[in-house]
């Protein structure tokens, strides 16, 4: 530590290079261990952290080698401007969230009449994107003599009572003027600047909300502040400041919540579409399958991926055991043509397991499906699959649905209307039906009660099947 020249009779201690090194390293290590966790619940890929990651490197650098130089003295004033507290607090605010989904993340907005294209000026920067995406923070360490500083460069004078109550009635007026934003603080025009980008995304026809991590200002002392906070609050942002925020928990507690469990939303019976049947079956999930000559690019691309991700244990298993399992007569039929067609010897067995066709119990379906497999099958998964027939007048759907309806297929239609009716969750890895949905639905939907319960499994599996022209 070294000590700064006294200050209204205080001598402050500021931190040396080697103290935010030891700080910094922390950081790191926390951010690997995460990285890895991301590996292990295979979200690495979805959950955004490489630019933050990579920003805690390079200060982590800087300060390596400002530790190395021996000159403290010439040293310590880029010591004072390290960027470690701006990423300690990012940091901090990302352990208390849940569902995470990226940090440092940039949105953009479309002007009128502009031409597309992401324009940086028509940006906002986002620290973090929580709460499956309907929650950003932005993070900033102003003061309360900075944001004066910014106040008294711009300019600002205070308006008397008259000016107020005019400005008011011009602003209620037809034609409502933006306000002038050349007057406004940077803190004001960036979040001025969320505000807008968080206006062009929809998650289920919501809009992101947007808190203000402020954790020097200080409220309640300064008049002028204050004014500018209520202004803050006034665009429909949450705010925390010095008398608000809490430190964050421990980091070894905080990993089980930072990722969304997409299954704690699930309903207690599962609706099964015909790519999740084909994948249950196939001995890509199952089986270590060796590339084949007469494998196509898609297949030999499975066994890659299948190495990577062990989608039973990993994936289906989890999403599927405790539940009771259903589906459509149209998605079993699918299903059996396929296999039927093309199936291995091993991917018809597991079919009549899974489907119930040769009248085993339970603990005997179970014994079995262990026997065709590689992986141990979950004591609690309820086999075989309650095939069921969709009532003819579903009367639970909202209007919306009858647009769903006429971008269907009669297979889709039979699956997904089947469980959006009943308000059970349906399982499918068929991303073209879901993003059908979803478009059809920010558009018809008058509010995200109306939406289904539908997961998108991340990753799909075909079956194996056989050599083109081989007959078993």
């Given at each position: ?264 939303s699930f309903t207690p019976t599962l609706n099964i579409d015909c790519t999740i049947l084909l994948a249950l079956v196939s001995d890509f999930s199952h089986c270590s399958v060796t590339t084949e000559p007469w494998f196509h690019r898609a297949l030999t691309r499975q066994v890659e991926i299948e190495d990577e991700e062990n989608l039973l244990p990993n994936?289906?298993y989890p999403a599927l055991a405790n539940a009771e399992l259903v589906c459509t007569d149209e998605a079993a039929k699918r299903m059996r043509e396929i296999v039927d067609t093309i199936g291995t010897i091993g991917e018809k067995t597991r ?122």
């Amino acid at each position: 530590m070294t000590d700064t020249p006294p200050a209204n009779g205080h001598t402050r201690i500021l931190p040396t290079a080697s103290d935010l090194l030891t700080r910094c390293q922390l950081l790191l290590d926390e951010l690997e261990t995460f990285k890895e966790y991301l590996k292990t619940r295979k979200q690495d890929s979805s959950v955004e952290i490489a630019h933050f990651r990579n920003t805690v490197k390079s200060e982590h650098r800087t300060l390596s080698r400002l530790a190395d130089n021996e000159d403290v003295e010439a040293t310590q004033h880029t010591v004072n401007s390290s960027n470690l507290p701006f990423l300690e607090q990012v940091w901090g605010v990302v352990k208390g969230q849940t569902g995470l989904q990226a940090m440092q993340k940039r949105f953009y907005w479309q002007e009128a009449g502009q031409k597309r294209g992401m324009k940086k000026r028509n940006s906002a920067l986002v620290d973090i994107v929580a709460g499956d995406g309907l929650e950003w923070f932005k993070v900033s360490l102003l003061t309360n003599n900075r944001l004066l500083f910014d106040k008294a460069k711009q300019g600002w004078e205070d308006a008397s009572s008259s000016e107020e109550e005019e400005d008011e009635e011009e602003q209620t007026q037809h034609g409502k003027k933006e306000e002038d934003e050349d007057n406004d603080v940077p803190l004001v025009k960036m979040t001025k600047d969320l505000v807008r980008a968080a206006r062009e995304v929809k998650i289920r026809t919501r809009s992101p909300t947007i808190t203000l991590v402020l954790p020097k200002l200080r409220e309640g002392e300064v008049a002028e502040i204050d004014k500018i906070l209520d202004q803050l609050r006034a665009l429909g942002v949450r705010l925390i400041t010095s008398t608000s925020i809490s430190p964050p928990p421990p980091f070894d507690t905080v990993m089980p919540h930072l990722l969304t469990n997409p299954f704690a939303s699930f309903t207690p019976t599962l609706n099964i579409d015909c790519t999740i049947l084909l994948a249950l079956v196939s001995d890509f999930s199952h089986c270590s399958v060796t590339t084949e000559p007469w494998f196509h690019r898609a297949l030999t691309r499975q066994v890659e991926i299948e190495d990577e991700e062990n989608l039973l244990p990993n994936l289906l298993y989890p999403a599927l055991a405790n539940a009771e399992l259903v589906c459509t007569d149209e998605a079993a039929k699918r299903m059996r043509e396929i296999v039927d067609t093309i199936g291995t010897i091993g991917e018809k067995t597991r079919t009549k397991l899974f489907m119930g066709d040769n009248g085993l119990s339970h603990a005997d379906v179970l014994e079995e499906l262990a026997r065709q497999s590689r992986f141990p099958v979950p004591a609690t998964l309820k086999l075989p699959i309650t095939i069921i027939t969709p009532s003819e007048h579903q009367h639970s759907l909202p209007e919306s649905a009858k647009a769903v309806k006429k971008h269907l297929t009669n297979i889709n239609q039979s699956v997904f209307l089947h469980g959006w009716d009943q308000g059970i969750t349906t399982i499918t890895s068929n991303r073209t039906v879901v993003k059908q949905i979803e478009n059809v639905l920010a558009k018809e939907a008058g509010g995200e009660e109306e939406w289904p319960r539908v997961w998108l499994c991340p990753t799909a599996r075909s079956l194996v099947g056989k050599e083109k022209g081989r007959r078993d």
